[in-house]
């Protein structure tokens, strides 16, 4: 979640090592390309889930943090008296995993950019990236000799690096589950916990339920009973007959599909599913074998003492029907030992002292339970564990057979855990809070709390509880919305959350009627639904869920009684509070779409996307319809409910958002080994896209057009430009990047996406940062007796250089201004201005645009080249500092406010014209030295395109540049204060002007009176 940016490009010297990172845009419209900047929106919130966030150095004298919400690692000295801050370390976008693999060298993986950052904690930077695949996980090293194992969820594969041959290829293992994501090692075995493991729970469609052959209740009806041959609860006599419906199905250990009645419908499955929970992998041969049993949702585990590993997460009782039934208790928090041969030595349930008989207790027993485990460390003897719970806020404390024994309450959204190897110190990562939790490991007390700079706005965290928080939102203490909606997301599984004593709701919405046809009105039994994501659903897509019977997100607060068990439902401002929440939520990149963001024309199923889409527009593939009556272009939904005889379904059904098409599971009926049992559509019954476009209502001409249309269905979601996130490190770039440094500068080139850079050079940060936004011209630097280039750009293929100007050419109708003519005492003015035209006019204001007041118009106007050459001078200084409660760090184009980098505690205010006296470290004026220039190069503001929100703490990798005062002296001195920052054009080094601009293809030089220095780059 990229939230500092700028729209154009920023390009940075690299000499040591320079990360190139693209970045979206803050204020960008959704669907459309931003007009201008909105700061009110500066924040890009992906939620992207911690995995392993937290660790400490072999030698215990660092602890390493990941700041998602910033990009960076924070890393901390270990000292006597707590945590001390050592700086922070830029990373790439949405660092979720740090693991340190010596005293210097941390690898951190970033979810959104596709990378790892090997980052050296000496030097603090980045010194090279590897790139793994779609959305990275978790790192660990093991084998002989020492190997880095990367998990990548979104490919369901672990790929091994060699950490000393960064160039070789990494070798592949492909993981039979879905969404592989924690890893942990005890040196000879690699085990990947996979997320969305499934729990043995499969569909059958409402034609099988109805099936006389399948059905095992007399008569055959639909929707079955679930209470003998009656329903619990009973049925509402008032109700009209019910939909026929799907049906969820468990496997017992016997291997039979069983209903929450014991009906017994093993003949109505024909496939089977694997319950891979743990992949255990070999770390020298790579063979994988697999651990079944333990829960649906494995979110964290760690080394136990006593071999193999101890996993925690959260199990669903989706099998179970109906809304009252599963009201507080359909969510389980467990932990499971298991072997290194793959065996489940004991499942336990982390909150023995709740026996799920009733849907709430008392709010003291509610705040002894845990809710989400998403991290877990043993101390070193192997009788005590730690485990901390994201959505409850505490750390759960257990002996060895995971037996609570003590509850220690920490900050918001605890997530990485680690102990140091005396096992006196317990350290925690706050995910919510931007804070580190100090624990004495004797007395189980928060002894301090470190906290870094953490950019989320009130908006996102003050919804998040509503979300996470399980001991506000539910009644046992356990549960959350986040339970089912993982992250913001889905869980793959399906749940039949109707009613039976429920009362039919009257349809209100508007319904496609292109025949005549009427929505009927939504009877309380629905039948099972697939969890629905979060991201993406506010702004466009309402009405909400899969009936379209939830008019905004305010219609699911009756959910937070009736489902989560809640004592009361969210007031008017909680309920605004979590809809902000929600609203912020971003989809990720698009992994099927070419890195500019546009379709395809080939893809893996063999369909080509772009022909796709143009079936999607513009061919009848369902009766009289295309795909885009009902599916709109930017979110793949629109307002209307298609009626159940229009769409030849049971019930009426709301078009759904195709935003995250590519990442739903699917299953193959003709396989008895699938990683899971629901696949498309409301009830997951149809095993894949494929499946789904054989049905009759479509009309396609061959299975070609299928393909294309899957194709262009996988790459549809085109609201987060494909390239967000992408990284490049210089000089020497590995193999894997997604894209060339000239792809990159295409790509900032349209104002969709930002590049922005950082790193350092020679130890130190970069004494150069210079920023080309689109449709602004360049000034750069040149070699010493080189003519000055001109401002005009050319593009080739690897990025943007600059062509040279002849001689300055000199006006011979401009007339030096007059001074000013006396008045009266103490006032002037200027009766005839500078004729020199305005400096980039569609870029200022009006009332900073410098005015042209001349009894004699200029006769041949100046050559364009030179008209803007150079920005009006009134906006390149006078930086005048006021004392505020907080650093601001602003810049805002068109307005004439520049503030850069003031002191802490200050801001700065808008200025005009150049200063005759400028400001000591103190704010204080003090007048102008006597031999000071009175022209200098100094900063450009006109580079500055949006508004940043608030200054970080000054870090040693920052991106900094130095303005010389006017009140230096040319020949000698140092600048009166350094001003960090993230934007400059002309910036001075040993008192002259340098700049790193692309020459050639492959290669960047020093330009400037400096020896000339060429490096490689990819």
Request: hydrophobic share 35%; net charge neutral.
């Amino acid at each position: 979640m990229f939230k500092h940016t700028v729209q154009g490009m920023l390009l940075a010297s690299a000499a040591a090592a320079a990360s190139l990172t693209l970045a979206q845009p803050s204020g960008q419209s959704r669907f459309e390309p931003p007009a201008a900047p909105a700061p009110s929106q500066s924040f890009v919130n992906f939620e992207s889930p911690h995995v392993s966030p937290l660790d400490i150095i072999p030698d215990g004298s660092r602890l390493l943090a990941v700041n998602t919400g910033d990009n960076r690692l924070q890393v901390f000295d270990i000292t006597m008296s707590g945590l001390v801050a050592a700086g922070a370390v830029q990373v790439g976008l949405e660092p979720v995993t740090v693991r340190a693999r010596t005293d210097s060298e941390a690898w951190v993986v970033n979810h959104i950019s596709d990378s790892v950052s090997i980052v050296d904690l000496d030097a603090m930077h980045v010194v090279a990236t590897i790139y793994p695949g779609d959305e990275p996980c978790d790192v660990v090293f093991a084998g002989q000799p020492e190997l880095a194992f990367v998990s990548v969820s979104q490919e369901n594969r672990v790929l091994v690096f060699d950490p000393t041959n960064l160039d070789s290829p990494p070798f592949s293992i492909e993981i039979a589950g879905e969404d592989p994501r924690a890893l942990a090692t005890d040196g000879t075995s690699v085990y990947a916990a996979i997320f969305e493991s499934g729990n043995l729970t499969t569909v059958i469609d409402d034609a099988s339920v109805s099936f006389p052959g399948f059905n095992p209740y007399p008569g055959n009806p639909n929707p079955p009973p679930n209470d003998g041959l009656e329903f619990d609860p009973p049925v509402n006599p008032d109700l009209p007959r019910a939909p026929r419906t799907a049906l969820v199905l468990k496997q017992d250990p016997n291997g039979a599909w069983l209903d929450d009645n014991d009906g017994d419908w093993s003949d109505a499955v024909s496939w089977g599913l694997h319950d891979h929970d743990i992949a255990v992998i070999d770390a020298d041969s790579f063979s994988v074998h697999y651990a079944a049993g333990t829960m649906n949702l494995n979110m964290a585990l760690a080394p136990s003492p006593s071999g193999g590993v101890t996993v925690v997460g959260t199990d669903a009782t989706n099998e179970v029907r109906f809304e009252p039934n599963v009201n507080g208790t359909f969510v389980r928090v467990m932990g499971a030992d298991v072997s290194q041969a793959g065996n489940v030595h004991a499942l336990t349930d982390l909150n023995p002292h709740l026996d799920y008989t009733s849907p709430r207790v008392d709010q003291a027993t509610r705040d002894l339970a845990i809710g989400a485990p998403r991290g877990i460390v043993w101390n070193s003897t192997g009788d005590r564990a730690f485990i901390t719970g994201m959505g409850s806020n505490n750390v759960l404390v257990t002996d060895a057979s995971l037996a609570p024994t003590a509850r220690i309450e920490v900050g918001q959204g605890p997530t990485g855990i680690r102990i140091d190897a005396a096992g006196e110190r317990v350290y925690v990562l706050n995910k919510f809070d931007g804070t580190v939790s100090e624990i004495d490991a004797s007395t189980l007390n928060v002894v301090a709390t470190a906290r870094y700079y953490d950019p989320t706005p009130a908006s996102i965290t003050e919804g998040r509880p509503f979300l996470y928080d399980t001991h506000r939102t539910s009644g046992l203490g356990t549960a959350s919305c986040a339970s089912c909606h993982i992250d913001g997301r889905m869980d793959q599984l399906a749940w039949d959350l109707g009613d039976p004593a429920g009362e039919e709701k009257a349809f209100n919405q508007l319904c496609r009627d292109d025949f005549n046809t009427n929505c009927e009105d939504w009877h309380p039994m629905k039948g099972p639904m697939t969890t629905q994501t979060l991201v993406g659903i506010l702004g466009g897509t309402e009405p909400l869920h899969w009936r379209g019977d939830r008019e905004d997100l305010d219609a699911f607060n009756p959910a937070f009684v009736g489902l989560l068990g809640d004592d009361v439902e969210l007031s008017d401002e909680e309920m605004a509070a979590f809809t902000e929440m929600v609203r912020s939520l971003t989809p990720a990149p698009n992994p099927f779409r070419n890195f500019d963001s546009t379709l395809p024309t080939t893809s893996a199923n063999g369909g080509n996307p772009s022909r796709g889409q143009q079936l999607f527009r513009t061919a009848n593939l369902d009766g009289p319809f295309n795909c885009i009556d009902c599916h709109s272009i930017e979110t793949g939904t629109d307002p209307f409910v298609t009626s159940a005889i229009l769409d030849q379904t049971t019930q009426s059904i709301n078009s759904p958002h195709l935003l995250n098409t590519y990442d739903k599971a699917s299953y193959d009926r003709a396989s008895m080994d699938n990683n899971s049992g629901f696949g498309f559509i409301h009830d997951g019954t149809f095993e894949s896209l494929f499946s789904f476009f054989n049905i009759p209502a479509f009309t396609f001409n061959s299975d070609q057009q299928r393909h294309d249309i899957i194709g262009f269905m996988l790459a549809f979601s085109d609201v987060t430009h494909a390239a967000i996130g992408a990284q490049l490190t210089l000089p020497e770039a590995a193999d894997g990047a997604r894209a060339s440094l000239g792809e990159m500068v295409d790509a900032a080139a349209t104002g969709r996406v930002g590049l922005v850079a950082k790193g350092i050079i020679n130890g130190e940060p970069p004494r150069l940062l210079h920023a080309r936004p689109r449709d602004l011209p360049v000034r750069p630097c040149r070699r010493a007796g080189q003519p000055h280039p001109t401002v005009r750009r050319r593009r080739t293929g690897s990025g943007v250089h600059l062509d040279r100007r002849p001689p300055r050419l000199r006006d011979p109708h401009r007339r030096r201004p007059r001074r000013g003519r006396l008045l009266r005492p103490g006032r002037t003015r200027r009766r005839h201005r500078s004729r020199r035209p305005p400096r980039l006019p569609h870029l200022l204001p009006r009332r900073l645009q410098p005015r042209r007041h001349s009894r004699h118009p200029r006769r041949h106007p100046l050559p364009e080249r030179l008209e803007q050459r150079r920005p009006d001078r009134r906006l390149e200084r006078r930086r005048r500092c006021q004392h505020a409660g907080l650093p601001r760090l602003s810049e805002r184009l068109g307005h004439g406010l520049l503030n850069v980098g003031c002191p802490p505690g200050t801001r700065a205010a808008p200025s005009r014209g150049l200063p005759r006296h400028t400001h000591d470290p103190t704010g204080r004026l003090r007048p102008r030295a006597e031999n000071a220039p009175r022209r200098t190069r100094s900063f450009n503001p006109l580079i500055a395109s949006q508004t940043l929100d608030s200054c970080k703490p000054l870090e040693t990798n920052d991106l900094r540049c130095r303005f010389r005062d006017r009140a230096a002296p040319i020949g000698g001195g140092r600048p009166h204060r350094e001003y960090p920052t993230i934007l400059a054009s002309w910036l001075w080094c040993r008192h002259r002007p340098i700049c790193l601009r692309p020459c050639g293809s492959a290669s960047w030089r020093w330009c400037g009176r400096r020896p000339e220095r060429a490096a490689t780059s990819e």
